[in-house]
Each structure stands twice: as structure tokens, then as C-alpha cells.
């Protein structure tokens, strides 16, 4: 598997290009953003961790390009910012993840392999379920045409589940996805939410799986 690192701290960038080769991963390191981008284009890479903060051009603006050129390689993005739509922007402009510094390594390494059991799948400008819209670009979500307001955690949830329609997704899942990682945060958060979720959009959307998490209906 090849990796693809951009990061512009020297010292970090070793340690993950160390790191991941010792797992056995080939790893490939850019330190700008341009740079970072035309290895994305040309490198056949199988994922790339993406830092935000890059000279040249951001990880947020790399990743937009990307898609916008139907570029599908996995990212996984790191930040010192992490705040609700710090994560969300990096969501939503096309990451697949989003990892806030200072990280556990073995997190990472988690979420990496998560990423390429997953592979590249196309993912569409708009995503739809059923009659539910989701617009990342324009942050709207609508049901039967009709426009539904959410709050930031509400999205970032429903965003998470409609990117895997009629999949089961545990709890845990979505505290590493939807949460912030750095910040512990009682279990019965995803509970409180997917009630949130329910009564804005009917509870017949979101099923629990006892024992197992929650689907969204297709």
C-alpha cells in the first residue's frame, strides 16, 4: 500500500514516514501544498494524510481541487484546529476523515487502515437517501423538498450516516467520527443526538440495531 504524507513540520513528517513504513506501508512525504497536490494527481496512491495548514495551498483547498477533478484518493486530514466546523469544513470540502493534533499514533494507524478497507469510492457533489438531500458544499439538508435546519453536530452526524446508507454504524464508530477524539465524551451523546435527528426527520429514518448501532433507512 502506498501512502501519501503532506505535512509541512519536518520533525512530524519523519516520524509518520518511520512509522508507517515500520508497518510496512511505502510512504511518500510533500511539504507544500502544490507539491502535495501533484503527487495526489500523478502518484497512484492508495490514501494520504493531509495536513491543514500547508504553504502554497491548504489541505482544505488541496482536497476541493481534487474532487472537483472526480480524484477519489482517500484522505485523512490532520489539524491543530478543533473545533465542531473546523471538522466539519474538512468534511464537507471532500476529506474522508479528520484527525486533530496532538493525535495517538495508534489512532491514527487505526483510522488509516479503516480508510483503505474502504477503498475510493466516488462520492457524489450531493449526497441522497431516500428523500432526504445533503448539499456539503452549501450545508442544506431537505426532506421531501422541504429544507431542514440543523445544528453543527446534527449535521456532522447525518452527513456521517448518509455517507453509508443501510449500514450498520456502532456507537463507538461515531464518537471516533462525529466527536472530537481529543475530548472524552459520554456514550450516551450518540443516543441523545440520533433523538435530535429522529424528531427532525421522522423516527422511522434513523433504526437501532440493539447490540449493534444505528442505519440509516434507505
Same mark, same amino acid.
Given at each position: ?39 495526489? $494527481? ?95 458544499? $452549501? $450545508? ?16 456532522? =452526524?447525518? #452527513? ?27 456514550? #450516551? ?16 429514518? =434513523? ?12
Amino acid at each position: 500500500m502506498r501512502v501519501l504524507v503532506v505535512e509541512d513540520e519536518a520533525r512530524l513528517a519523519a516520524a509518520l514516514q518511520r512509522g508507517l513504513q515500520a508497518e510496512g506501508f511505502a510512504v511518500d512525504v510533500a511539504a507544500t501544498g502544490p507539491a502535495g497536490l501533484d503527487a495526489a $494527481r500523478h502518484g497512484g496512491y492508495d490514501a494520504m494524510i493531509l495536513d491543514v495548514m500547508l504553504p502554497g495551498l491548504s489541505g482544505y483547498e488541496l482536497v476541493r481541487r481534487l474532487r472537483a477533478e472526480q480524484h477519489w484518493l482517500p484522505v485523512l486530514m490532520l489539524s491543530a484546529k478543533d473545533g465542531e466546523y473546523d471538522q466539519a469544513d474538512g468534511l464537507d470540502c471532500g476529506a474522508d476523515d479528520y484527525l486533530t493534533k496532538p493525535f495517538s499514533y495508534v489512532v491514527l494507524l487505526a483510522r488509516l487502515r479503516a480508510l483503505l478497507r474502504r477503498g475510493a469510492p466516488e462520492r457524489p457533489a450531493v449526497l441522497a437517501v431516500g428523500d432526504l438531500r445533503l448539499d456539503p458544499a $452549501r $450545508r442544506r439538508v431537505t426532506r421531501a423538498d422541504a429544507e431542514v435546519t440543523l445544528t453543527a453536530r446534527e449535521y456532522a =452526524l447525518l #452527513n456521517y450516516l448518509m455517507r453509508r446508507p443501510g449500514q450498520v454504524v456502532s456507537k463507538i464508530e461515531l464518537l471516533d467520527h462525529v466527536w472530537d477524539a481529543s475530548v472524552e465524551t459520554a456514550p #450516551n451523546a450518540v443516543e441523545v443526538y440520533v433523538g435530535y435527528l429522529r424528531r427532525k426527520l421522522g423516527r422511522d429514518r =434513523l433504526e437501532t440495531v440493539r447490540g449493534a448501532g444505528y442505519r440509516l433507512a434507505t
